[in-house]
């Protein structure tokens, strides 16, 4: 176990009284209200600050506060010039409220308020609007993110990140509540609510089940996000959604103008991927010491590392001959499986299963950067396109330079990303999804991680959709001119949204309805995908489509250098309402009388260890490790002790505490930098220490058994598997059946008859023992499973196995 300095939880009041969010879900767009609600119970006015996550596609547009019972509408403006209307109020005497959004990522945002006086009362109200996508089940998900874990700061960073500053509680200590209310609509009709989390019941307000409304159940403990999966009666029908312009705003811009979001599902043969497919597959997966956390932060659920290293073996298992892999691992350093990537064979897979089974969470920090560059600075195989997958907690503080350095190789390869963990980073997961033509998974609770990533290599071993486009059909008098790249890839079956903006004035001799048709070729043949929509645009206070457009625009224009997409995504942001990197909300309250008297005192919100990978990180023990620990406020180096415990090399760096300017009047006194104990950790987190090895399931077990080349060897320890001797098998074994066409047969028809739940985690590397069984024993295959189903006492259909 490691000793790093922590800071001891803070017994400072916290002014912050309750969160309370109401959400209203219509289809597959989410309108969200939050409201912060703050009371000053000290003797001097009080500045609160409060740095919380929010989902990376949110478009927060709006801010206001009741202070004092006067409504102050907060604007958006600049964000530098923002921050110092802040500064000079606070420092001034009056009450004024920031919000802004971290310059390295877009899924953390600091709020202030500053001046709240003694036995002073106030309510923070942020909206955003977010476009919710389908689960592979076809739930509908919307997450409240409910846990910020601290990002890591890498070496050669010139800055610092803002987790860095926030003290933690233990579980259960937070002084503030957190309630959720949500309303959910839908013409699809909802069938059920389903959530990690405690819920109330799900109360149906309509009679034919298009309406209900469902609470998050009193007591949550900030452990994990609040997530909701919602099922609708028919998730996948064509949607399109036409919003008129704002009010009083010139026709022309993207808010003067009407704006549409279409919702497509392309439809096409699902291509059972060959396995002579041709690929190169390379495995980038987070050994930083965080991966040592539970998946599901109780000590009976496997750890992250864990059930990454498991998913690497179904992965390996279920690779085509002939393609090309290689496999690295990143922390405060990153290695490799190979120099570069390998073909794929019997004797590199055998050689990479077993030191898949021997990977550790040892390396560290999170720097992700360095091995991204090492892995693009690779040449790609003639004729072997790249699919790249990313395993990560997300707690990276540079996340727009990832990001970056992956949409600058977009044209060479696909980014396949994972989420692992409470908590882990929608910035960074979706961001280099997004940038790489790939997708974005999150795996919590108890999800099993290989399932979702077998799913997306299904994906990567399909043939690329090519020949993208849409056409628009409209009166003469109306133009759609797309928001952002419009759809770049398309995988079967999933959601395709498409923003646009229609531009001209509908005339009253024009038809009222429009209709948008996605053209794409697959495999030489053509698919059009076709919405029809009412001209009629459809008006909406909040302009919730309008956000989102703006959303997705701005998503393509920032982490670009060109200065002119900078002053767009800066105008784009300013007219929109939507916050982005260079804006931020500001609100002051000027019609206090006489400027507040005495010293002004900062409060930081703390946030739970709860949920946090950093508890996990502090008790692993990586050579050489790169502590970022939240409480601190500081980069250490730590070296192994005499004892294997981590000994500080470097004295701690704080942050910059505050921008505020010096007054006479209403100045800022702050504490002096926080206190460091370097001693064990509290006797509170007993519960984290590592739990003992776990012993590996029987399908694990029968995966890493099987060949390359999709066959099982007959052998004693499949024999055990299957529950009988080998000396049984071999006596049953049908007349001039080769060995190890037997024991394939066996080990797949154990796999229908005892794994059967967990198929999208086999379905693939059963593929490959099929196509090697067709090619061995064709002629005979029937009778084989006949006498396999006979030994076994099982009854799998042999048409099950293409027979």
Same mark, same amino acid.
């Given at each position: 176990?490691?000793?790093?300095?922590?800071?001891?939880?803070?017994?400072?009041?916290?002014?912050?009284?309750?969160?309370?969010?109401?959400?209203?879900?219509?289809?597959? #767009?989410?309108?969200?209200?939050?409201?912060?609600?703050?009371?000053?119970?000290?003797?001097?006015?009080?500045?609160?600050?409060?740095?919380?996550?929010?989902?990376?596609?949110?478009?927060?547009?709006?801010?206001?506060?009741?202070?004092?019972?006067?409504?102050?509408?907060?604007?958006?403006?600049?964000?530098?010039?923002?921050?110092?209307?802040?500064?000079?109020?606070?420092?001034?005497?009056?009450?004024?409220?920031?919000?802004?959004?971290?310059?390295?990522?877009?899924?953390?945002?600091?709020?202030?308020?500053?001046?709240?006086?003694?036995?002073?009362?106030?309510?923070?109200?942020?909206?955003?609007?977010?476009?919710?996508?389908?689960?592979?089940?076809?739930?509908?998900?919307?997450?409240?993110?409910?846990?910020?874990?601290?990002?890591?700061?890498?070496?050669?960073?010139?800055?610092?990140?803002?987790?860095?500053?926030?003290?933690?509680?233990?579980?259960?200590?937070?002084?503030?509540?957190?309630?959720?209310?949500?309303?959910?609509?839908?013409?699809?009709?909802?069938?059920?609510?389903?959530?990690?989390?405690?819920?109330?019941?799900?109360?149906?307000?309509?009679?034919?089940?298009?309406?209900?409304? #469902?609470?998050?159940?009193?007591?949550?403990?900030?452990?994990?996000?609040?997530?909701?999966?919602?099922?609708?009666?028919?998730?996948?029908?064509?949607?399109?959604?036409?919003?008129?312009?704002?009010?009083?705003?010139?026709?022309?811009?993207?808010?003067?103008?009407?704006?549409?979001?279409?919702?497509?599902?392309?439809?096409?043969?699902?291509?059972?991927?060959?396995?002579?497919?041709?690929?190169?597959?390379?495995?980038?997966?987070?050994?930083?010491?965080?991966?040592?956390?539970?998946?599901?932060?109780?000590?009976?659920?496997?750890?992250?590392?864990?059930?990454?290293?498991?998913?690497?073996?179904?992965?390996?298992?279920?690779?085509?001959?002939?393609?090309?892999?290689?496999?690295?691992?990143?922390?405060?350093?990153?290695?490799?499986?190979?120099?570069?990537?390998?073909?794929?064979?019997?004797?590199?897979?055998?050689?990479?299963?077993?030191?898949?089974?021997?990977?550790?969470?040892?390396?560290?920090?999170?720097?992700?950067?360095?091995?991204?560059?090492?892995?693009?600075?690779?040449?790609?195989?003639?004729?072997?396109?790249?699919?790249?997958?990313?395993?990560?907690?997300?707690?990276?503080?540079?996340?727009?330079?990832?990001?970056?350095?992956?949409?600058?190789?977009?044209?060479?390869?696909?980014?396949?990303?994972?989420?692992?963990?409470?908590?882990?980073?929608?910035?960074?997961?979706?961001?280099?999804?997004?940038?790489?033509?790939?997708?974005?998974?999150?795996?919590?609770?108890?999800?099993?991680?290989?399932?979702?990533?077998?799913?997306?290599?299904?994906?990567?071993?399909?043939?690329?959709?090519?020949?993208?486009?849409?056409?628009?059909?409209?009166?003469?008098?109306?133009?759609?001119?797309?928001?952002?790249?419009?759809?770049?890839?398309?995988?079967?079956?999933?959601?395709?949204?498409?923003?646009?903006?229609?531009?001209?004035?509908?005339?009253?001799?024009?038809?009222?309805?429009?209709?948008? #048709?996605?053209?794409?070729?697959?495999?030489?043949?053509?698919?059009?995908?076709?919405?029809?929509?009412?001209?009629?645009?459809?008006?909406?206070?909040?302009?919730?489509?309008?956000?989102?457009?703006?959303?997705?625009?701005?998503?393509?224009?920032?982490?670009?250098?060109?200065?002119?997409?900078?002053?767009?995504?800066?105008?784009?942001?300013?007219?929109?309402?939507?916050?982005?990197?260079?804006?931020?909300?500001?609100?002051?309250?000027?019609?206090?009388?006489?400027?507040?008297?005495?010293?002004?005192?900062?409060?930081?919100?703390?946030?739970?260890?709860?949920?946090?990978?950093?508890?996990?990180?502090?008790?692993?023990?990586?050579?050489?490790?790169?502590?970022?620990?939240?409480?601190?406020?500081?980069?250490?180096?730590?070296?192994?002790?005499?004892?294997?415990?981590?000994?500080?090399?470097?004295?701690?760096?704080?942050?910059?505490?505050?921008?505020?300017?010096?007054?006479?009047?209403?100045?800022?006194?702050?504490?002096?930098?926080?206190?460091?104990?370097?001693?064990?950790?509290?006797?509170?987190?007993?519960?984290?220490?590592?739990?003992?090895?776990?012993?590996?399931?029987?399908?694990?077990?029968?995966?890493?058994?099987?060949?390359?080349?999709?066959?099982?060897?007959?052998?004693?320890?499949?024999?055990?598997?299957?529950?009988?001797?080998?000396?049984?098998?071999?006596?049953?074994?049908?007349?001039?059946?080769?060995?190890?066409?037997?024991?394939?047969?066996?080990?797949?028809?154990?796999?229908?008859?005892?794994?059967?739940?967990?198929?999208?985690?086999?379905?693939?590397?059963?593929?490959?023992?099929?196509?090697?069984?067709?090619?061995?024993?064709?002629?005979?295959?029937?009778?084989?499973?006949?006498?396999?189903?006979?030994?076994?006492?099982?009854?799998?259909?042999?048409?099950?196995?293409?027979?």
């Amino acid at each position: 176990m490691t000793s790093c300095g922590l800071l001891k939880p803070s017994r400072e009041p916290v002014p912050l009284r309750s969160i309370s969010v109401d959400v209203v879900i219509q289809g597959f #767009v989410a309108d969200v209200v939050s409201e912060l609600r703050y009371q000053n119970e000290e003797k001097n006015p009080v500045e609160a600050i409060f740095v919380f996550p929010l989902d990376d596609d949110a478009a927060v547009y709006a801010f206001e506060g009741l202070i004092g019972g006067t409504r102050i509408e907060a604007q958006i403006g600049e964000k530098k010039q923002a921050e110092q209307e802040y500064d000079d109020a606070v420092s001034e005497g009056h009450q004024a409220f920031l919000l802004g959004r971290e310059e390295n990522t877009s899924d953390i945002f600091t709020c202030s308020l500053g001046n709240l006086p003694p036995d002073g009362e106030a309510t923070l109200k942020l909206r955003y609007v977010q476009a919710l996508a389908p689960e592979p089940d076809g739930a509908v998900r919307f997450v409240l993110p409910a846990v910020l874990n601290p990002r890591y700061v890498p070496r050669d960073s010139q800055g610092d990140t803002v987790t860095e500053s926030i003290s933690r509680v233990p579980k259960g200590q937070l002084p503030y509540t957190l309630s959720l209310h949500a309303t959910v609509e839908s013409s699809f009709g909802i069938n059920r609510v389903e959530s990690k989390c405690t819920l109330q019941p799900l109360c149906y307000t309509a009679e034919d089940r298009t309406a209900a409304q #469902v609470s998050l159940a009193e007591g949550h403990q900030f452990d994990r996000d609040v997530e909701l999966l919602i099922y609708y009666e028919d998730v996948h029908k064509p949607s399109a959604i036409l919003e008129a312009g704002k009010p009083g705003v010139a026709p022309g811009s993207l808010m003067g103008d009407p704006a549409l979001l279409l919702t497509m599902y392309p439809s096409f043969p699902a291509e059972k991927p060959a396995q002579s497919s041709t690929g190169e597959f390379i495995f980038l997966l987070d050994r930083s010491g965080s991966m040592d956390c539970h998946t599901d932060n109780t000590p009976d659920s496997p750890s992250r590392i864990q059930s990454a290293k498991e998913t690497l073996i179904f992965l390996l298992k279920s690779l085509p001959l002939g393609c090309y892999f290689n496999i690295y691992g990143f922390g405060s350093r990153y290695d490799s499986f190979y120099p570069k990537s390998v073909e794929y064979t019997q004797e590199t897979m055998s050689d990479s299963l077993q030191r898949v089974k021997e990977l550790e969470a040892d390396l560290g920090g999170t720097e992700i950067l360095q091995p991204l560059k090492a892995i693009y600075s690779e040449p790609c195989h003639e004729g072997h396109p790249r699919q790249l997958f990313v395993f990560t907690d997300g707690e990276v503080s540079n996340t727009d330079k990832v990001i970056a350095e992956v949409q600058h190789h977009s044209s060479s390869h696909r980014c396949f990303s994972f989420g692992i963990g409470e908590g882990a980073s929608t910035a960074l997961i979706k961001g280099i999804a997004r940038a790489a033509g790939g997708s974005a998974e999150f795996i919590t609770g108890k999800e099993r991680m290989q399932a979702k990533a077998l799913q997306s290599l299904k994906k990567a071993l399909q043939p690329a959709v090519t020949k993208i486009s849409l056409n628009w059909h409209l009166p003469s008098s109306l133009e759609a001119m797309l928001v952002g790249s419009g759809p770049r890839v398309i995988f079967q079956g999933q959601r395709c949204l498409i923003y646009a903006q229609i531009c001209g004035q509908l005339q009253p001799t024009d038809s009222m309805t429009g209709k948008a #048709v996605l053209h794409y070729t697959f495999q030489d043949q053509t698919f059009t995908e076709t919405a029809t929509f009412s001209l009629h645009a459809q008006e909406k206070d909040r302009l919730p489509i309008h956000r989102l457009a703006a959303q997705v625009l701005l998503q393509h224009l920032e982490g670009n250098e060109d200065e002119g997409k900078k002053r767009l995504a800066l105008e784009t942001s300013l007219s929109s309402g939507v916050v982005c990197s260079q804006t931020a909300y500001i609100g002051v309250n000027t019609d206090l009388g006489k400027p507040l008297q005495g010293s002004l005192t900062r409060r930081n919100i703390p946030l739970a260890y709860g949920g946090s990978g950093f508890m996990c990180a502090m008790y692993s023990v990586p050579q050489p490790m790169m502590c970022s620990m939240p409480a601190l406020g500081a980069r250490n180096e730590y070296s192994p002790g005499a004892l294997g415990f981590g000994v500080a090399k470097a004295a701690p760096r704080y942050l910059k505490i505050s921008r505020r300017k010096q007054h006479t009047i209403g100045c800022y006194s702050s504490s002096s930098p926080p206190e460091v104990a370097m001693s064990a950790a509290p006797q509170s987190f007993d519960e984290e220490k590592p739990s003992p090895k776990e012993e590996e399931s029987p399908l694990l077990h029968l995966v890493s058994l099987q060949n390359a080349n999709g066959s099982w060897p007959l052998a004693s320890n499949l024999a055990s598997i299957l529950g009988l001797s080998e000396a049984e098998i071999l006596s049953k074994i049908p007349a001039q059946v080769a060995q190890n066409v037997w024991a394939t047969v066996l080990a797949l028809l154990w796999l229908h008859s005892k794994a059967l739940e967990q198929k999208d985690e086999w379905e693939l590397l059963e593929m490959k023992a099929l196509n090697w069984l067709h090619a061995t024993a064709a002629p005979c295959l029937a009778e084989i499973v006949k006498a396999g189903n006979a030994l076994l006492g099982t009854s799998v259909d042999p048409q099950t196995l293409g027979v």
